[in-house]
């Protein structure tokens, strides 16, 4: 295949804030592990420091400047967590992500191969995709697509931070912290908190 676009998500199990999936892809016909920084080891997004997968997010947007990458990445919000549930939100988050790289990028389903990471499938006009376990530590395309959703999201909760914060979500990205935990037994829930996650 001439594509490859490796797939992954974030903030499947957080009790606040969106969800993310993102697409990333390799545009050109060099090798990516060839071009890949000999100073900066690739891992999956959440067996990094939070500085490591900034200067890699810097190296992704220096590619994408260049025209060797490109990605896209979709958020569903907890509204709609709490309406759909996480899995059905997540699939349609993959397949807006999916959808706006190729149309930026004039490309058929056909003509790319879709590598997941876990559970995750691709919409079936994707002929070509294959899903790996553990497949963000084994296809740098899975873990590049991990680091943009994990850098991008936790963008977000930081801003969130800024408007509710009495519930560390600056640290905690809206995980299910003690700290997290206390703060919404004494403030209670905020819009952005999934309900449906939340049993105290």
Request: hydrophobic content about 40%.
């Amino acid at each position: 295949m001439e594509y490859i676009i490796g797939i992954d998500e974030v903030g499947r199990g957080p009790l606040a804030g969106p969800v993310a999936v993102c697409a990333f892809m390799f545009c050109t016909r060099q090798d990516l592990v060839q071009v890949l920084p000999k100073n900066l080891k690739l891992r999956d997004s959440k067996q990094l420091s939070v500085k490591q997968r900034q200067k890699w997010f810097e190296v992704i947007l220096n590619w994408k400047k260049e025209g060797l990458s490109d990605f896209a990445i979709s958020y569903v919000d907890s509204v709609n967590i709490d309406k759909f549930g996480i899995v059905p939100c997540i699939k349609k988050a993959l397949a807006e992500c999916l959808k706006k790289l190729l149309i930026s990028n004039k490309i058929n389903p056909a003509d790319c191969k879709v590598l997941l990471d876990g559970g995750l499938k691709a919409p079936v006009e994707y002929v070509n995709q294959q899903t790996f376990i553990k497949g963000d530590e084994d296809y740098p395309q899975i873990s590049l697509a991990s680091i943009v959703a994990k850098v991008s999201r936790d963008k977000i909760m930081a801003t969130y931070a800024k408007k509710y914060p009495q519930y560390g979500l600056g640290t905690n990205s809206g995980y299910g912290t003690s700290v997290h935990m206390q703060a919404i037994k004494t403030h209670g829930l905020t819009p952005i908190h999934r309900k449906t996650f939340i049993h105290l």
